[in-house]
């Protein structure tokens, strides 16, 4: 593995939204020896893509975060659904998060409510977020995901003819749903953010303790669509 890689590697080891980690913490997710993760962080630190904190943890630096919110696209659409977002949160009293497809999952780049924080990387199958952008995703990854899915809780859908079919039904306009597969104890619900051509261009996902009503999920449908219409005036 190149330096450049475990470098990368060591950012990979926050992205299900760990707010910090300890140096045995990121050393066991990288799988780098605990002396190289050392070296790593302390330019990282230098760098400034690392904090230190003060009690010996590390967390995601500024400057990293400064540099991605400089991407085109995932800048965009977080302008363009972050009234929705509000007024979505506001209206349903759940959790609201917008998201765009990454290599790894569904990125989050925007939240109003804290069960999902922003920045973090949801899992493709075990979101309602990640299934929306999945079921839109390239045939090769839909299938490189389904056969490598694993159980994150009890309750993860990992059958590949099962996801195939939530997919199936995702494509034809039904409302993505979670309950408790990728976190114990937290429901979810997702819809597709229409582009100009049809495609989705990234999701928007209700998180709840409790049940999500019909009335959350037309309000999360109007959000969606407030989003597309606000990414295409932008």
Request: proline share 4%; hydrophobic share 50%.
């Amino acid at each position: 593995m190149s330096v450049v890689a475990r470098s990368l590697s060591v950012f990979d080891a926050f992205a299900d939204g760990a707010p910090s980690l300890r140096l045995t913490d990121i050393a066991g997710r990288t799988g780098l020896p605990v002396p190289t993760t050392l070296r790593l962080v302390r330019e990282l630190v230098a760098w400034g893509g690392l904090e230190r904190q003060g009690d010996g943890s590390y967390r995601v630096g500024t400057r990293l975060w400064s540099l991605g919110t400089r991407a085109p696209c995932p800048r965009r659409l977080r302008d363009a659904a972050a009234g929705p977002l509000a007024a979505l949160h506001a209206e349903t009293g759940h959790a609201s998060h917008a998201v765009v497809a990454d290599g790894a999952g569904a990125v989050v780049v925007g939240e109003r409510g804290g069960l999902v924080a922003d920045g973090s990387v949801l899992p493709w199958h075990a979101s309602a977020a990640g299934l929306v952008l999945l079921a839109y995703a390239r045939e090769e990854l839909r299938a490189d995901v389904m056969t490598a899915s694993v159980r994150l809780t009890a309750h993860t859908v990992v059958a590949p003819g099962l996801l195939a079919a939530r997919l199936a039904r995702v494509r034809s306009g039904e409302v993505a749903v979670t309950r408790e597969e990728w976190r114990r104890g937290q429901t979810e619900a997702a819809v597709a953010i229409p582009g100009p051509d049809g495609r989705a261009v990234g999701a928007i996902g209700l998180a709840a303790r409790t049940t999500i009503g019909r009335a959350a999920v037309a309000a999360l449908r109007r959000a969606a669509t407030a989003a597309g219409e606000a990414l295409a005036r932008h």
